[in-house]
């Protein structure tokens, strides 16, 4: 019976060590390993920019796009970009060709994909690039925005 009671001990030990618990301490301890994004809300990155007091880093791209699909594959996974960017901007990705997309290409006068622009809190552009960036420029590109 006491060696029953020591496994079944044991077992409840091994599920809180590396149960969910454990893991959402790791996560938490663990740098970002991508940009996180607000997808789709211009609106929502414009309150939770005043609200932090940050700029706002938009993606804007399309679906069908090589190059976005490559900057999500890569440059917006690599961990120095995505502690930088998480960091002091509030991030959205926009498809261009859905829900606001259509209306803010339009109004940002945008006419290639992927387009990257940063924002001050309020909406105004500060900054803008066009095509595929690597990862050190993409956060040179954003500290230059912070400078300005």
Known sequence: MKKLLHISYFIIVLALVSGPAAKAQESISKPSTQINFIENSWTEALKQAARQNKYIFVDAYASWCGPCKMLKATTFKNNKVADFYNDNFVNVAIDMEKGQGPALA?????????????????????SGTVGYIRANDLIKFGQQALNK
Do not use: D, H, R
Request: glycine letters at 10%; hydrophobic letters at 45%.
């Open 106 to 126: 339009a109004e940002w006068g945008l006419q290639a994909y992927p387009t990257m622009i940063i924002f001050t809190s309020k909406g105004k552009p500060v």
